[in-house]
């Protein structure tokens, strides 16, 4: 019965695969010693200003409805940013973002175009909304073929999406190659662009792409706190974006989108600049780590502008999976995503990045 009542385009849609949590493991195999190294969270945990603030929220405050708008939070992140508040639309979490600027602008039957290896959440969505995805496949080096990506736009493309650095290869699009594409596309063409790892692009060559929005008004500017803030688990994110886009999206909003904790963290985590350098330089010095490791080992991988670091095994990626998680190690294969031979791997703490390269050397036999 359900077939004849549900939506066809949700029916026929891909289920989503999200990194397995350590309670799951815990739970199937029965090791209590893991380390979690698949969903690129940071490793030195949550903003400590963010989790003082959290917790004295959740004392005095937990009981009322959060402010709908996060008048505060948001006037304090157009601060931060450089913009106005009516600029900002404000979510839970990045998914959340991506989802209701689908839900808004996506029609059944609209075209949107994308990279065959990117973050499964613009195919999810537009796949819900009966949308036609376009997947371009990647270039050698692992990166957006904005050429080809340009080529495959056509008057029935509605949403490019692109993510920059992108996941799960960590790769950047260069200056001058990003601005040439921006120009170029259509004025009719809404351009997601997912920063979801800014952050950690320590790369002259990644383009600053606020100020550009005066001069783009199809630009929509997607960024997280669950990263480099370390705010997964309270879920915030938020886009930036010509005030006529903010305006439209806000109609398609839930009523109390964002949580009363995660807003008081967000404020809290925007003054922590002693975290956010001390996150960063762990990873910079994790990935170097990473890259010695893996070229002693005889893999390829791909340069990253993130906090994770795409590998290409040559082998079944399902298989490495199932025996690092033996090994107490959880890690990201990407068969769900188009590349069964490809595992990510997030930059962890030291004793982590260790861990893990000793149990893919023993898991690979090298």
């Known amino acids: ?71 505060a939070m948001g006037e304090k992140l157009a601060n931060h940013l450089g913009v106005c508040p009516s600029q900002l639309y404000i979510d839970n979490g990045g998914d959340a973002v991506i989802t209701m600027f689908g839900l808004t602008f996506i029609d059944p039957g609209d075209e949107v175009v994308t990279a065959a290896l990117t973050f499964p959440a613009y195919e999810n969505i537009t796949t819900k909304m009966g949308g036609k995805l376009i997947k371009i496949p990647m270039t050698g080096d692992g990166s957006y073929d904005l050429d080809g990506i340009q080529a495959a736009v056509s008057p029935r493309t509605k949403v490019v999406f692109i993510c920059n650095p992108n996941n799960p290869t960590g790769r950047i699009l260069p200056k001058d190659r990003l601005m040439t594409f921006l120009e170029k596309l259509p004025a009719h063409v809404l351009i997601f662009m997912d920063e979801a790892y800014y952050e950690f692009a320590d790369d002259p060559e990644y383009l600053q792409t606020i100020p550009l929005l005066e001069r783009f008004p199809n630009l929509v500017i997607m960024r997280t706190f669950s990263k480099v803030m370390g705010m997964a688990g309270v879920r915030c994110g938020y886009c930036v974006a010509n005030e006529e886009v903010i305006r439209v999206m806000m109609k398609a909003r839930e009523p109390f989108p964002v949580n009363r904790m995660a807003q008081v963290g967000v404020m809290a985590a925007l003054d922590d600049q002693e975290f956010i350098a001390k996150t960063l330089q762990n990873n ?16 390829d991988y791909y340069p990253t502008q993130t906090n994770f670091i795409c590998i290409d095994l040559k082998q079944d990626a399902e298989a490495v999976f199932q025996a690092m998680l033996r090994e107490g190690v959880i890690i990201r294969p990407l068969t769900s995503q188009g590349a069964p031979q490809s595992i990510r791997i997030t930059i962890g703490l030291p004793e982590e990045n260790r861990r893990a390269v000793q149990a893919l050397k023993k898991v690979l036999g090298r």
Not at 284 to 299: C, D, I, K, V
């Open 284 to 299: 910079a010095e994790g990935r170097e780590m990473f890259y010695g490791a893996l070229s002693e080992m005889g893999l």
């Open 1 to 71: 019965m359900i077939e004849t009542v549900a939506r066809q385009c949700v029916l026929v849609r891909k289920d989503y695969i999200p990194g397995k949590p350590i309670e799951e493991v815990q739970q199937e195999l029965g090791i209590t010693d893991i380390v979690k190294m698949a969903s690129n969270e940071n490793p030195l945990g949550t903003s400590p200003k963010a989790i003082e603030a959290m917790v004295e929220e959740l004392r005095t405050s937990a009981f009322r409805y959060p402010v709908s708008l996060c008048t």
